[in-house]
């Protein structure tokens, strides 16, 4: 028998209602060994899309189906930009995800549209697999939604403009409801109750002025507003931080090994430590972490903080920290000759760099110096000075001759090779934006990196081996319709990909090194990216498909992965070091964590990604009618993402505004053409553009094209021909999801899936 596809699980499950968990639905489905994996995928996209609701850790049953006509709840909206709700019972919210479609054909124009909060008579149907709603009347409208925005002065009063590109609602602000703010002011605002008034424009009241326009650090205020994300400490956490009073715990002398920290030259807490040498047969490296759980006790003030953060967030300005700068830059960051508290893992490498055994320590260090990647790395290459050139010869060289053996391992097991550049915003000291660069990639980058996922890979073995609970870093494989979607695109470049093959980092790195420096480089590399799944965390183990990795967790960073402070407790508890290891209490409450802490996560990722935006086109804003060179780096049917070189900003290209042809989008090969020449732009192509308008607000940047497109590909001249006669989609002209929503400003929908990226 075949792998069975959605339906027949779904039959399956309505014919077999006692068969709930993925053992009875394999058992019964006779689904055996790797296809596993793939049932576990099939139940999980169930789940995903309201099909199926969980029962329990590992069990399923169907989601009750939505009415025809019923009472939706709009919760939020996704990262798309569409409106998301479920249907409303008598025991609250119950179903699939609804997305909200529009008004009834027969309410346009009498009726108010839904927002997040919002509840709504509606009519609900199923559309490609899709459930959709359109609104029939707004029965309840939320008032403690609040928007972050732009407050403007007219002359008939003021508005607060969203900073989110994704928020359609403008507020006008009457005099009373301003509240002080002035012009250019960014402010938090949240609707006015309406009465019975249901028709005119939102009106809305300014609770709160943040900071100003012109303010060089206002980016990343946004951000931060905007996302939720907590800054100010709770008093009882501050104090806590203040006076630390660690846990008391068996501690083994680490004082005379000297351990070393590399960090970025301007670190302000480091939190690992290494150090390495030979021995007759391989290598001895130590691995040492600070100690955060002997500070952050379970359920302690700090210790809630801290999960309710998940993880420290890096703006471009600034970081706001999981844990206060009085304990993470003070106590628990390894400073160079101070006394600390850490925990520590000891591996045995042969020459090959394969390792031999490990055990974890929990035990007292002392920073032997404090170096810079630079720093050492000039150390290695022959420039050593000050601390970095004393310690060459006993510490450095050591390090790198592990890193060279631990290297050829890291080649055999063959991780996936996307070493994508990084760009850093450069500040003056008065916070204004100086330039921007590119981070150079060092080989003491790697070398703490390679380090630091070993360290990692030890602790998931130590805690299965011990049967402890845990949180595992999982990156799962590829999904078979993105795979499939890659194989059609590498066939529109003459390229071709087994599909009938389990996917594998090998593959793609061969795949990678065959297009290295050529045409398609950069356009496979972000083929490869888009295909890749997003690393969370898990108490279930998937592995780590981008480090090609079996077990992994996070051990290494406790000050501001909050994962890694769980880590630290599980090894704590299942090893006896110490009577504040992790409790029975927060040991069934892990699947929870995991997913909160991957939401927090994401919205870290997602306030860093915005304020980076707005950052580079407050840098670009006085450049208004330059000339750019860029690459295409997406393509949807509203028109062309390019990234500007040198800055790396991202930019847009409305389909409207390239030409007057008649252009249609080819998902499959990531490119639009022109009906009749079939002239083509697509993804990966270098192009020259003209900055047309910067919104700094929203980080939005509105380009030009001014390169000519492409002759139509060889290969698909003919089929491009056959499909012009018979119509193709028009360019959509009209404001809406994944079109310009006003001047410089984009909906979400447009957002290419290489600026999702995951972090491993």
Not at 77 to 87: F, H, S, V
Not at 163 to 176: D, G, H, W
Not at 467 to 485: E, N
Not at 698 to 715: H, K, R, T, V, Y
């Given at each position: ?468 609970p845990l949180i595992y870093r999982v990156h799962d494989t590829?999904?078979?319709?993105k795979i499939a979607a890659f194989a059609e695109f590498l ?32 356009m496979v590399t972000q083929m490869v990216l888009r295909t ?229």
């Amino acid at each position: 028998m075949s792998f069975p596809d959605k339906k027949t699980v779904l039959d399956f499950i309505r014919d077999n209602p006692n068969a709930t968990t993925k053992q009875d639905i394999a058992r019964g489905l006779h689904v055996k060994g790797r296809e596993r994996a793939m049932l576990r995928e099939i139940l999980k996209k169930l789940e995903a899309d309201g099909t199926l609701e969980r029962t329990g850790k590992r069990a399923w049953s169907q989601a009750d189906r939505p009415p025809s006509t019923g009472v939706v709840q709009f919760t939020h909206t996704d990262e798309n930009g569409d409106l998301i709700g479920k249907a409303l019972g008598d025991n609250g919210p119950f179903g699939p995800d609804i997305i909200y479609s529009g008004l009834s054909g027969k309410q346009k124009g009498e009726a108010t549209e839904p927002g997040e909060g919002d509840r709504a008579l509606c009519k609900i149907t199923q559309v490609d697999g899709d459930w959709q709603a359109r609104a029939l009347t707004v029965l309840e409208k939320q008032l403690t939604n609040s928007l972050v925005g732009m407050y403007s002065q007219g002359p008939r009063g003021g508005k607060v403009t969203p900073a989110n590109r994704k928020e359609r609602r403008e507020f006008l602000i009457q005099e009373a409801d301003r509240n002080g703010a002035e012009d250019g002011d960014l402010v938090i605002t949240t609707p006015k109750p309406q009465g019975r008034r249901q028709y005119g424009p939102n009106l809305g009241v300014i609770r709160e002025v943040i900071g100003h326009i012109s303010d060089p650090r206002s980016a990343s205020l946004l951000a931060i507003h905007a996302h939720g994300i907590p800054v100010e400490f709770p008093e009882a956490a501050l104090e806590q931080a203040r006076n630390p009073k660690p846990a008391p715990a068996e501690r083994e002398d680490l004082t005379q090994i000297p351990l070393i920290t590399i960090d970025p030259h301007d670190a302000r807490d480091h939190d690992d430590a290494v150090y390495a040498e030979q021995l007759d047969d391989g290598w001895r490296v130590i691995v040492a972490i600070a100690d955060v759980a002997a500070f952050v006790t379970p359920d302690s003030p700090l210790d809630r903080e801290a999960l309710k953060r998940g993880n420290s967030t890096y703006f471009p300005d600034r970081v706001v920290p999981m844990l206060p700068f009085e304990l993470s830059a003070d106590e628990c960051s390894l400073r160079e000759g101070e006394l600390r508290r850490c925990m520590a893992v000891e591996m045995i490498f042969d020459k090959s760099g394969s390792k031999r055994s490990h055990r974890f320590i929990r035990g007292m260090m002392k920073s032997a110096a404090k170096l810079s990647y630079e720093e050492a790395q000039a150390a290695i290459d022959g420039k050593p000075g000050g601390k970095a050139g004393e310690m060459l010869e006993t510490v450095l060289k050591p390090l790198w001759g592990a890193y060279a053996a631990l290297s050829k391992a890291r080649d055999d097991r063959s991780p996936l090779d996307l070493d994508l550049p990084e760009r850093r915003i450069l500040f003056s000291k008065d916070g204004e934006i100086e330039g921007i660069i590119t981070k150079e990639r060092l080989d003491a980058h790697r070398l703490i990196e390679e380090f630091m996922i070993q360290a990692n890979v030890a602790a998931a073995e130590t805690l299965e081996k011990q049967k402890s609970p845990l949180i595992y870093r999982v990156h799962d494989t590829p999904t078979d319709a993105k795979i499939a979607a890659f194989a059609e695109f590498l066939q529109t470049i003459d390229m071709k990909w087994n599909i009938g093959q389990r996917p594998q980092t090998e593959n793609f790195n061969r795949l990678l090194g065959e297009i290295k420096t050529g045409d398609y480089d950069q356009m496979v590399t972000q083929m490869v990216l888009r295909t890749q799944a997003q690393a969370i965390y898990s108490e279930e183990n998937l592995g780590h498909f981008g480090l090609n990795l079996v077990r992994y967790a996070h051990f290494t960073s406790p000050i501001r992965r909050y994962a890694d402070l769980i880590v630290h407790r599980a090894l704590i508890a299942s090893l006896g070091l110490g009577p504040d290891g992790l409790s029975k209490d927060m040991s069934v409450r892990l699947e929870e964590m995991a997913q909160h802490i991957s939401d927090t996560e994401r919205r870290s990722m997602a306030a860093e990604r915005e304020a980076t935006d707005r950052y580079l086109a407050i840098f670009l804003a006085d450049r208004v009618g330059s000339e750019f060179e860029g690459r295409i780096t997406g393509v949807t049917g509203a028109g062309l993402f390019i990234a500007l070189a040198g800055s790396g900003a991202d930019g847009f290209v409305p389909i409207s505004s390239i030409s007057d042809d008649y252009w249609v989008l080819d998902d499959a090969a990531m490119q639009i053409y022109a009906r009749g020449s079939g002239k083509t732009y697509g993804l990966g192509q270098i192009v020259r553009v003209k900055l047309k308008e910067v919104t700094p607000l929203q980080g939005g940047l509105l380009l030009e094209m001014l390169s000519e497109p492409m002759p139509a590909p060889e290969g698909r001249r003919e089929a491009r021909q056959s499909h012009n006669t018979g119509g193709g989609r028009p360019p959509r002209r009209k404001t809406g999801p994944g079109k310009p929503t006003g001047k410089g400003k984009f909906s979400k929908k447009t957002l290419p899936k290489h600026k999702r990226k995951s972090r491993k």
